[in-house]
């Protein structure tokens, strides 16, 4: 470690770290636009100059290693001439049309303008126009006139993508930001220019011109795209998912997030294929009833059958409360030892970046919840078998749609009673006898655990008329700051939709007045007394970056095929 005074001020600093990075580790913002914490230093925008003694003239900070006593300045008057004149260069050519651009409210250029420019320009002379609207990809979408030449989102494409698909062309004022010759922006990262991008020169073209971002609620959560678990923030304007972005965390997905997980992982959760209260099959066609019918319905028909003759299908994609009152309620209530889920194993789709084989956010919790077979009980495979064969007639199946393989779809439409919960219609559904609308993990509290064995939150972003009924809503803080606003975008835009821990905590009770849950912590916390694996866990200790398993207890168990 080496001593160096900041703005007056001793600190401790690694020799291996440049000056913007010891300002940063002891929070001292150093203003930048091409300098970014995991990618290489180009040193193009010049926005980081600051002065250290006797040295004969200004450093960029970015790219100046801390030295044993060196003193740095970030505010005197020289280092503040230097970033107006910075600024002033930057916003010759800039168009001036913040009001129509998606960046706005988050534009790094827009806030330094205010904090950094003289708020005068001595340009009189008509500026360079360049082009706008260029599509660089499926979804990327480009206006070179805002580009500042950063060269961020190019460092990305060669440095953590893998694949050099961005290039500048021309010389002088005339520079533009264009794809490589035969190539388009189409890697599987490609969305993360576009917050690498300080200005609004890189836009997404599904969420373009939507919404404003002080028009937006913001909620942390997690992808359900893959076993991975990124870390994301939802944004929600009535009532309605507008776009993911990620969250930053180092141990899991650092600052980025594939552009599958971004777009595909939340588009049904705003579907009109919504299933918005329980529906049963009468007389051949799926009816809606009211939520004491439905469970009422359930509990008489399921009494019909033995315990051997049901087996329940948890599900990769639910939450570890789910899985765990589910495989509760099958093994303790029901009492049957047929309980299992499906694997979701895609091969040949992973790579060392992000992207995992298995294609759900919960495979291992699922397990270590409970759900897999007791002792003489029968696994997924073995449960379609024993349905093919008549000794398994009722078949209780979580949020997955397994039926989209015909071999699955075939088997259950041979049981005399299929039991499905579902936040939206699909293959499953339709052959169903009974269908509960559940909330989606946008909709509800609990926590997912990917595969490298770290549990970590999910919380409600869209309102749902259940939250009316709950004390298991919306985080305090962040429905103190936008709770008067959703109450009203969302009045009669609620859906009566329910986690699927509440809906078996219904269904049991009618069973055993004893088991009851009335929240998502509250069951996390049983969890994690009574499962090995789980123990010494809180939603507190998990936070908002995670927290591991017990990992020699996971060892210890049967093993698991996870990607």
Not at 170 to 182: I, K, Q, S, Y
Not at 540 to 562: P, R
Request: charge should be neutral; proline fraction near 4%.
């Amino acid at each position: 470690m080496v001593k160096i005074k900041i703005n007056g001020n001793e600190y401790q600093a690694d020799p291996s770290k440049t000056i913007i990075e010891a300002a940063r580790e002891n929070g001292i913002s150093i203003p930048h636009f091409c300098w970014h914490p995991r990618l290489s230093v180009s040193g193009n925008c010049r926005m980081c100059l600051v002065e250290v003694e006797k040295s004969p003239k200004l450093v960029i900070a970015c790219a100046t290693k801390v030295a044993d006593g060196m003193v740095i300045n970030t505010k005197n008057e020289r280092v503040e001439k230097a970033q107006n004149a910075v600024m002033e260069f930057i916003l010759i050519n800039h168009p001036l049309d913040c009001p129509i651009c998606d960046e706005a409210g988050e534009c790094k250029l827009q806030d330094y303008s205010y904090k950094y420019d003289k708020g005068v320009s001595r340009f009189e002379e008509e500026k360079v126009r360049k082009p706008k609207r260029v599509e660089l990809g499926p979804n990327v979408m480009l206006d070179v006139e805002r580009c500042i030449m950063c060269s961020r989102c190019v460092r990305f494409c060669d440095e953590i993508a893998g694949k050099p698909q961005l290039v500048f062309s021309n010389r002088g004022d005339h520079v533009e930001l264009t794809t490589a010759p035969g190539e388009k922006l189409d890697t599987p990262y490609s969305m993360n220019v576009i917050e690498l991008c300080p200005v609004g020169a890189l836009t997404s073209r599904d969420f373009r011109f939507k919404a404003r971002v002080w028009e937006m609620s913001s909620t942390e959560s997690i992808c359900r795209g893959c076993a991975r678990g990124c870390n994301m923030n939802i944004w929600v304007r009535n009532n309605e998912i507008l776009r993911l972005t990620p969250r930053l965390n180092p141990e899991v997905n650092d600052y980025w997030m594939c552009d599958n997980g971004r777009l595909n992982t939340f588009k049904y959760v705003n579907s009109d294929q919504r299933i918005k209260s329980p529906m049963i099959t009468k007389d051949g066609e799926m009816v809606e009833t009211s939520w004491e019918e439905g469970i009422a319905y359930l509990v008489h028909k399921i009494q019909n059958f033995k315990k051997n003759e049901i087996a329940g299908i948890g599900s990769p994609f639910a939450t570890n409360e789910d899985n765990y009152v589910f495989a509760k309620f099958m093994k303790q209530i029901i009492g049957t030892p047929h309980v299992d889920f499906s694997r979701h194993i895609v091969e040949g789709e992973e790579d060392n970046l992000l992207i995992r084989n298995d294609k759900t956010p919960n495979t291992l919790g699922a397990f270590e919840a409970g759900v897999y077979p007791s002792e003489k009980g029968y696994n997924f495979q073995q449960i379609l078998k024993a349905i093919e064969s008549k000794e398994l007639k009722c078949i209780y199946v979580l949020c997955d749609d397994i039926a989209v393989a015909p071999e699955v779809r075939d088997a259950l439409s041979k049981v005399d009673f299929l039991i499905v919960h579902s936040p939206i219609k699909n293959t499953l559904t339709a052959i169903a006898d009974i269908v509960f609308p559940t909330a989606t993990y946008a909709e509800k509290n609990g926590t997912f655990t990917n595969f490298q064995g770290r549990v970590q939150r999910i919380r409600p972003a869209i309102a749902t008329a259940e939250m009316d009924r709950s004390s298991d809503g919306m985080s305090l803080s962040r429905w103190d700051k936008f709770g008067a606003q959703n109450d009203k975008w969302t009045k009669g835009n609620k859906l009566d939709v329910r986690p699927t821990w509440r809906i078996l905590s219904s269904i049991a009770n009618t069973i055993n007045p004893k088991f009851r849950y009335n929240s998502a912590e509250e069951i996390f916390n049983e969890l994690s007394s009574t499962i090995d694996s789980f123990k010494g866990l809180s939603y507190l200790k998990i936070g908002s970056k995670g927290a591991f398993l017990n990992k020699k207890t996971i060892n210890e168990k049967k093993s698991i095929k996870v990607s």
